[in-house]
Every structure is written in C-alpha cells, then in structure tokens.
C-alpha cells in the first residue's frame, strides 16, 4: 500500500477529464493536480518550449512527495514523456498508449478518426501506436486548435451556437470519410463530448483519452501494489498559474462538486 498522492498536470481544465475518472475508479486516492492556466493553450508551442513548460510542471509536482505522475495532457505526452520520464525517478504515464490501443481494438470498418492540438497531429504519436496494435488500420488525423479556448472559456455545452458550428467545420471530413471510431486526442475535447457526439452520430465510437488514462494509471498502480490502504477517503487539490476564480467555476461545474476551497495560484516561473 502507498498513500503518497498522485500528481497530474495539464495545461488547463482539460486534464480534470482524467481526474475525474481517477476520483471514480480510485476514491482513496489523494490528488495533486496542476493546470497551468496562465500559458494554456500548449498545442500550438514549439518542442522546445513544450519541453520547458513539462519540465517545470513537473518540479513544481514534485515539491510534493508524489508516488506517480499522470501528463494528462495530449500535446506533453506526445512531445516531452520521453524526456520526463528519463530525468524523473518516479513513474510517469501519458496519455496516448492506452487511447490508442483503445481506439484501435474499437474500429470495425479500420478507419479511425483523430482529433488534438496541431503539436500532438503533428508528432504523428498517435498513428504510429495504432499502426503498432493493427497495422490494417487508417488513421485520419487534423487539428482543432480552437477546441481548446473554447473549453477554458466554458464554451462546451450543447447548443452553444459557436462550439457547435466550430465542431461541425472540424468533424466533417470524418464524417465525410465514414470513420466510426473518433480518437479525442486531447484532453480538453472529452469536456466537448456531447458536441461532439451529436455532431459525428450514434454510429461513431468517440475514445475518451482522459478517461483511458485514468483506468491505466490504475490498473499500473494496482500492479506495483501502490494503491492506497483500503478503505480511506481520498482528497484532491488543486494548483493553477492564473486565476483562481475562473479555474474553480469551470471545475466545480465539470467535476459536479465545489472545489472553490481547495484551489491555489501557483507562480510556475519559480520552478
């Protein structure tokens, strides 16, 4: 047993995709999660930057006594785990493996859909993990850097008028090309799941990478035997390097709780 928290970070509001999930399949489970809301979105930076983002959300996470980190962050995960976790000593977990070993067991027809940042596409990550578990699979892939702002800006309900004309412009070549399985590449995107399910139909599979993360990370923390002791009431805080008042809105209406209380602001350029 190890009641250490997890740490999680993300460049904003996306990666409560997978601490939602983790609350739910994990309740024992103390969470330090970091959005970094001062510099979202990542997905249009360079390497290098995305690099230096990484590097100091990590240090700023490991100021706690972590067990394990979760990048629940497409754009980092496809751009920066190889670095972090050669220069960390505690596991860290992306998102991508288990989102696209999902997406590829899901396709009936081998065409698979794949939406993110334009850094994420870009590091073709995803395609090439596909190719990995089903070689017969097509992967069709584009970029939807508004998603993101729309999302930090709480626009992701149904019948928001600009979010579902938006999804409609990015989702129709998908839709054009019959793929029935439609990878959400980035963690903001799940937060736009109803948008986007109304707009792609019944028939499309949409591989939530969040919630895949989340279910990895704990079936590799039950591996290590390093969930926490049976029976204890997990707690999440949470760090942001912007406003505190706009993060917790958001969050307390997407993880359905207040979290107003258990929000801090955070000067990342320290770390």
Known sequence: MDNRPIGVFDSGLGGLTAVRELQRLLPGEDIIYFGDTARVPYGGRSRDTLVRY??????????????????????????????????????????????????????????????????????????RRIAAEAPGVRVLSRA??????????????????????????????????GVDTLVLGCTHYPLLTEVIGNCMGPGVTLVNVGEKCARRVAERLGGMAAL???????????????????????????????????????????Y
């Open 54 to 127: 990484a590097r100091q959300d990590v240090a700023f996470l490991r100021t706690f006594d972590l067990k394990a980190i979760v990048i629940a962050c497409g754009t980092v995960s496809t751009t920066a785990l190889d670095v972090l976790t050669e220069e960390n000593d505690i596991p860290i977990w992306g998102v991508v493996e288990p989102a696209a070993e999902a997406a590829a067991q899901s396709t009936k027809n081998g065409l698979v859909g794949l939406i993110g940042t334009q850094a994420t596409i870009r590091s073709g990550a995803y395609e």
């Open 144 to 177: 939807c850097p508004l998603f993101v702002p729309l999302v930090e800006n709480g626009r992701f309900r149904p019948g928001d008028v600009v979010a579902e004309t938006v999804a409609a412009e990015y989702l129709e070549p998908f839709q054009d090309a």
């Open 228 to 270: 926490a002791e049976p029976g204890r009431r997990g707690e999440s805080r949470y760090y942001v390097s912007d406003s505190v008042e706009d993060f917790s809105r958001l969050a307390s209406i997407f993880l359905r709780q207040d979290v107003a209380a258990e929000v801090t602001q955070v000067d990342i350029w320290r």
